[in-house]
């Protein structure tokens, strides 16, 4: 389960991802509240474009920002 969560937080290439941790971090608490307001109340709380923007915005921005990366471009090798 470890290596899962590692590796959903990482990028391709291993190193730790902010954005994604974010992402995980706003859904996850998104989701707490919901669950909170949804016991107390003793039914399924309804959840508001409000609390989907927060849950749902840093994903975005993530796929924004994967969009907008130029791919590394591999080194020509050297050839004596």
Request: proline fraction near 6%.
């Amino acid at each position: 389960m470890f290596n899962f969560l590692t590796s959903a937080l990482s990028e391709a290439d291993g190193s730790p991802s902010t954005v994604r941790l974010i992402a995980a971090i706003s859904a996850l608490g998104v989701l707490a509240v919901w669950i909170v307001t949804s016991v107390q109340s003793h039914g399924m709380a309804a959840i508001s474009a409000e609390q989907l923007t927060l849950a749902l915005a840093p994903l975005g921005f993530k796929v924004l920002q994967k969009s907008k990366e130029t791919p590394a471009v591999p080194a020509a090798p050297v050839v004596a």
